[in-house]
């Protein structure tokens, strides 16, 4: 019920957009983010909104490269990645939050979809 698409080969420097369309009741009122997971690493919170959409909240390994944003029915959130770097390279996937605030902790979120791949070529 939480798909993620988008992902695929980009050069360093390049750009992506992911999408996650979201089935669930729940999206529309929740706040929702996007983690990812390299290979041999622990899975990561990139990015995070509030369920209106003007609240955000970034990692600082991807601060001002990357911009989440969500559709006025709430129910798809797009991760917009510019500058893209070989450390970027990871499955990423989108998960709903708990309440409708914007989550900031891996354990203020209840659902997690597929992931799409992401690789990024130096």
């Known amino acids: 019920q939480l798909q993620a698409s988008g992902g695929g080969l980009v050069q360093a420097g390049g750009s992506l957009r992911l999408s996650c369309a979201c089935a669930?009741?729940?999206?529309?009122?929740?706040?929702m983010g996007w983690f990812r997971q390299a290979p041999g690493k622990e899975r990561e919170l990139v990015a995070s909104?509030?369920?209106?959409?003007?609240?955000?909240y970034y990692a600082d390994s991807v601060k001002g490269r990357f911009t989440v944003s969500r559709t006025n029915d709430k129910n798809t959130v797009y991760l917009q990645m510019s500058s893209l770097k070989s450390e970027d390279t990871a499955v990423y996937s989108c998960?709903?939050?708990?309440?409708?605030?914007?989550?900031?902790?891996?354990?203020?979120?209840?659902?997690w979809g597929q992931g799409t791949l992401v690789t990024v070529s130096s």
């Open positions: 998960a709903v939050g708990r309440g409708s605030l914007m989550p900031t902790k891996e354990y203020e979120f209840q659902y």
């Open positions: 669930r009741r729940t999206c529309s009122n929740n706040g």
């Open positions: 909104i509030g369920w209106r959409g003007s609240s955000t």
